[in-house]
Nanobody, 120 residues
């Protein structure tokens, strides 16, 4: 059974930084495509960043240049380094794994989310 557990969320002032982590059990990280998504109250879940084949990264326009996605395969952990945070980054952040076109947002496995709140 695959389990993804996010951590590292919290409250921070605008301009600050946070690093989110996503630890997996029952899932092989090496070579796998993974992603970070976020959902604010009343809004659709949106993609933030993805990493493919361990090195190919992509970001939404909203976070490009501020966020960095990375993986540590030895630790089975996915990271999202978030710098220069803005109030509009406030959301529940989810990691996702198990890419498949037949699954929600293209991923079959999801964590429970970690809340990020950025105050102005």
């Amino acid at each position: 059974q695959v389990q993804l557990v996010e951590s590292g969320g919290g409250s921070v002032q605008a301009g600050g930084s946070l690093r989110l982590s996503c630890k997996a059990s029952g899932y092989t990280y090496r070579g796998s495509d993974m992603g970070w998504f976020r959902q604010a109250p009343g809004r659709e879940r949106e993609g933030v960043a993805t990493i493919r084949s361990d090195v190919i990264t992509s970001y939404s326009d909203a976070v490009q240049g501020r966020f960095t996605i990375s993986k540590d395969n030895a630790k089975n952990t996915l990271y999202l380094q978030m710098n220069s945070l803005k109030p509009e980054d406030t959301a529940n952040y989810y990691c996702a794994a198990g890419p498949s076109s037949g699954c929600y947002r293209g991923f079959c496995y999801w964590g429970q989310g970690t809340q990020v709140t950025v105050s102005s």
